[in-house]
């Protein structure tokens, strides 16, 4: 299929890499429905190219990514003349279903170059991945759902208990507060690097990856990971399902719009 | 919510009793997308009604539903300028999607009057139901996914094996064949009636059901419900998300499309 | 452990075969709650013995159980002091899950020689049976929980869908109807003798045992169980505990007392 | 249904919290097989308030609670002319797997704020919480079961494991020994505070508590509760069903009175 | 790899069908270890071919498979110097979890045309297929684990008790009885033939099958397929795993081969 | 059965001990095929001794063990005549499963005194144990499956995500690292000694084992141990089948061999 465009999303393959890279610095690569959709299809292009063994996530400037740019969700949702469950459905169960469905069942060794911090769906993204390179200790996930009138998406219902402890996950997301660095260290990050430029931490790992995979007998790689996938997969794959459709009521009763609205106004009112 | 407006899907609430009926026999209650999804919303509603325990599907003339309009479904894809991913999360995943969960997480007794055939989507319909009621050795289920460039949807992944054997799925499925009421009784259909006309036949079936639950204490019939989920639920939820996201591929490389087209071409010709 | 007393079970060891025999035809193998432990101790007590292989369940008269003794729990209900949960922990929750779980984890090959009607819970005990040989047409399992504001107990919310089919179990456990011989044969019922007399009937089927193990090497049967208890052990376990923790509230709220009231009430006027 | 009573256990509700307090600080908090019992009403007395969010566990003075009381147990047994089964099935089974289905089926967030040590059956319940608060280092878990010729219970079969490590959970299982400060840290406890008083602890808590939800929108939490769930809630479910069958023989077997028996002696004369 | 060779199985490859032949009419097709062997790899290579979508299994003669040949493992077993355990894991489980395993996850669907009996392991296997046809009423299956001191094999744990109910393979696997034309039909039988001649029976099904597919689309089939096995996949592999490790310790003690001396005696007797 | 012999594995029984010893200090324990074999029927008599509640695996000199002996399993396969699939199934499928599986459901608590490295299948057998003891901080784990050619083995695919966490296992599964002491500390590894001599390290966790159990009542860790087995036996048993299976095709497919010849080679130049 002709892929969609995308202007702050690109990639490239350098087999056995299958490189993603997110280049939308001025906006927190903040991301539209379509650029997640965008996304979620060079998952499956990387999935059929027999070349590729790895499939790495960079990004770019400060932020991995600020999550779903909620601006353009709500105009788009006032200027729709669909009805709300059509509006919603389109705009928010079938992307989440369909991005995270790419990464759940990928096949290939997913790894999240995380130059700082990730929020909301995005941050669900890089729990879903295999391994994650965090650059510095400013690193954070955030995942505001309790605070914008809705629920845990992504996987997040699962990954997060099982990757960062139930306990911790409740806490965090009952009261949408930050994982940290700390937080993240040994359970989800697997190494810190503590390089100034993101171009260069980018670099830095994928020498480090072209380095380590020398003498490795790549197809060990995917037969592991299918393997290892025991482990999440089944259980995210239920997940989402449950996640998308409880999720909906919530869009269509309208409370995430209304406090998307009262963010706007704030932060509005803070630059006056 | 305020609900979409469907020509051919009705409803009305007797205590306990929540009837939805498919009013539409000219196309042999051939639905839209809307129609599915107005369905879907219908059983939220019996949902949160607390006078209801029995959400009930009842249909007109001949047929119980003929399945996705699929007409619409190619004019509708070949008039929108959508890349062919959203176009097909829209019109087909997250549609699916909803409608099955609708089901498949329903808190009320699902019963279906099964006035005669139901094809495709509206027979995965039927083979999530608790209870099926059925007119005449008439009626039957038929699943084309073989047929159109498509897989299993609607659960019956799991339904039709589980409710009827697991070979006996393979072979109808796999060669497009259809389950007749013989392969259905005792199975899926729990008894089959004898009468002409499809408003008697509805009328008896209701008629028989406020005899038999004079005397239940209908709290019980709930609960029993929710411990008989047990069963099928959390595999339907996980199938019915494993479906739409491997069908989608299916729509985007086009063959459903041009098989439509195909069966649009032939009969037309049939009728010249 | 000492074991309490039964007037109407007893039992004796002719090894392989671990024999349990309902001996109280009079009130149609009516259990009282104590009844019902002691058979649950019977079956652990076979569990134990290394020169069982078979645990086999035979009645007398025409009934095989009719099921607990409700005018005796009504009784015992009203005369004791205990708060409304305490009483039907000990009298309901307790009982229900340790006869249940005895049954569901039982290492020796289950056999019910059924004479006649089961009814509650002896139903669902038959239900938990490896193998069920029935005595003419005339037998039947008849589960009246909606009728009297119970749930599902005794694993058959589990045992009667993967045993008897989906839909079939919905029918007959919403409305209370009966499941005929026809429904059970070669589902739950393995084979139909047609002997007039009870005591002849348990006698033929022992006799028939004796001759098909002559040949057989008997650990290989126990392996075998151990093997084919993964079909069903796991989910009878996660539902017993589901079934009697739900159906607690519907004892405290009082519901079946009144119920088993109005039955007596009216028997005792049919009588008048 | 009318609540039984409890001197050591109260509550009341500020919404969105609902608040239980153990009260008996001279006993260590230590409870009877009533005092579980009242406090598994009040998680169905939660459940059931709409306008609760957060179920929250305090205590007062040193211990959060020493857990049953056996010397009641103990005499309670010895005073009995039930029969061995019906004892324990009254005494033990019933009793723990009402109060630990109480807490794992729980719908709203379970916040436990440990002002101090917890043993056995309500160290199984501050495992069997969502959120941990700790006041000090001093506060630990333990689970005294081999030595007192008891099993697992509570669920801690498979929360200790999940939560805490399986290897973790082994040691300190098998060998009696304590879970630390330092091993429940950001696995079970959340957070630590350091304030003499426990009054004082637990205002704190419901400060902060009142702090973090003012901007939430509170049904997203008990949305996302109920997704999490899905981690633990049906393994714990089945294990507790088990677990309480499994101890059945050993409490029958007289071992932990026996035990029980050996202390007290100690204890006495340790003081003469 | 090079294939080893197969004096009695046979194949070829009709794209779409990869067809499977056995043609050891005069041993019945008792097939040595070897020859489980080569129907593994051809399995695997039916997965590897793009171009293929079936993979039928054909016999010819009077049996499908009588199984096993006993003769030729008794032989080996006491020619060999082995100790007992290598030479079980040589001879047994390493190669009934191999076979098994290219059944239970073979990609491509599954028919086998049963022109007649089937035996033991190769009974097992007709339980592994997805679609079965027969020839005439004369067809049956036998497990005569019990006889031989074996245990249930090839998956038959989980495929009989979910393809023919679970007391219905109880009472068969137990007492080592028959599964007859009429206990398989509409279960693991979809339809009957009535030809004389096999090799008449396996061209028909050939030909019906060529008509079938003629306007489908297969890739469907295949992804269908993939849905599908969420049914039955899972619990085969996890069984197959505990099946041939418990049955290890049956061969080792040599009950088995005394029970093929003794019929291996009695046969030389009845022929004398 | 007769155990075969094992020159560098021996045991005695303690009880309520059964003490399994390494002894081959100058090969670094590292084992052939028959000495894991010799582990796994240990293990069986282990589970069979009711005197013995705990297993403990000891070993000697500076490694744990280095795992298979790969130049005697080359040697092997080039000796051999028999065909590639054979070979492997006896030499690597058949011995692996057995293996595994003897440790995933062993019935006694399992020790590992880890005196030092463990390596491959070795540090598998690591991950499979209950609690480990380890020697200073110079032990660790290595599993260089992906260096050799191989696929995770020994149940690793699910004891190394759901012990060290799910990131963690697979940045170090996939890029051959090593398993540090910190990596294992807390979550593999129970407690750390620091005593030069290994025999005297032995000794002291034995000593202590002795004075912990003093006081316990040990059939309640046995109880325990099968409770706590719900957390990962199951899955254990699943992918030990997964694993040999889709390790088989690497074997056959020759790599492992190559590499093994070039990591010879390479030796062999550094010695001259």
């Known amino acids: 299929m002709e892929l969609p465009h995308s202007n702050i999303i690109s990639y490239h393959v350098t087999s056995p890499f299958f490189i993603i890279k997110f280049t939308g610095p001025r906006s927190l690569n903040s991301f539209t429905k379509d650029d997640y959709l965008y996304l979620g299809q060079l998952l499956h292009l990387a999935d059929k190219d027999d070349s590729v063994y790895f499939t790495i996530l960079q990004s770019c400037g400060t932020f991995f990514s600020s999550g779903a740019n909620f601006q353009g969700i709500a105009k788009q949702a006032k200027n729709s003349n669909d009805p709300e469950l059509s509006k919603w459905l389109k705009n928010f169960v079938a992307t989440n279903l369909y991005v995270t469905d790419s990464f759940a069942r990928h ?55 099982k990757k960062l402890g139930n306990n911790i996950a409740y806490q965090k997301l009952m009261f949408n507060e930050i994982f940290t660095h700390a937080d993240l260290k040994d359970k989800v990050i697997n190494k810190t690097y503590y390089i100034e430029d993101t171009e260069e931490f980018n670099k830095t790992i994928l020498n480090e990856l072209n380095e380590k995979i020398k003498t490795l007998y790549l197809p060990s790689c995917l037969k592991m990971k299918k393997m290892l996938q ?32 009262q963010l706007e106004n704030r932060n509005r009112k803070v630059k006056l």
């Open 230 to 261: 025991s482990n999440l997969k089944d259980e995210i794959v239920k997940l989402n399902s449950l996640e998308v459709n409880d999720a909906l009521q919530f869009w269509i009763d309208g409370e995430p719009i209304r406090r998307f609205d």
């Open 107 to 161: 096949s290939k060794v997913l790894i999240a170059c995380l130059n700082g911090p990730a929020i909301g769906m995005s941050a669900a993204i890089v729990g879903l991945c295999d391994i994650v390179y965090a650059n510095t200790e400013k690193v954070y996930l955030r995942f505001p759902f309790a605070s914008l009138g809705l629920i845990t998406e992504g996987g997040t219902s699962i990954t997060l208990p």
